[in-house]
């Protein structure tokens, strides 16, 4: 029973895995680095953990496969709480006024485009382009 349910939990997560947006874990700094390095653009998603909207996204369409890969290719994506951690000051440095907020940046932080509310699977994609 134990090595069946270990089949199972390992296909699910090979199934699992490259599906939706990857999202990277790290600093601005960092994901700017990676960006210049990748020759990708920075895409960040400003959310709270209060915003109704953007938990349909996260939960809904960032988990899509055809809207990760219309991500993964061209971006560095970074999911940014406007509220904690360096939140704030992006926050400011990019004039968020509401949630969600996704943004489109250089990787020197030269904005590119900054779309507000919820985006469903179709529009999420013609953003890329």
Known sequence: MKKLLFIVFVFIGINS????????????????AKAKAESKEIFMDFYTSWCAPCKVMAKKYFVLESVGKAFNKKF??????????????????????????????????????????????????????
Not at 17 to 32: D, L
Not at 93 to 103: E, M, N, R
Not at 107 to 125: A, D, F, T
């Open 17 to 32: 895995f490259g599906q939706g947006i990857e999202f990277f874990h790290g600093t601005f700094a960092e994901a700017q």
């Open 76 to 129: 560095v994506c970074l999911k940014i709480d406007g509220e904690k951690g360096e939140g704030p000051k992006l926050v400011k440095k990019y004039g968020i006024k509401s949630y969600p907020t996704l943004v489109f940046i250089k990787e020197n932080g030269v904005l590119i485009k900054k779309v507000q509310g919820l985006q469903n699977e179709q529009k999420l994609i013609q953003l890329t382009k």
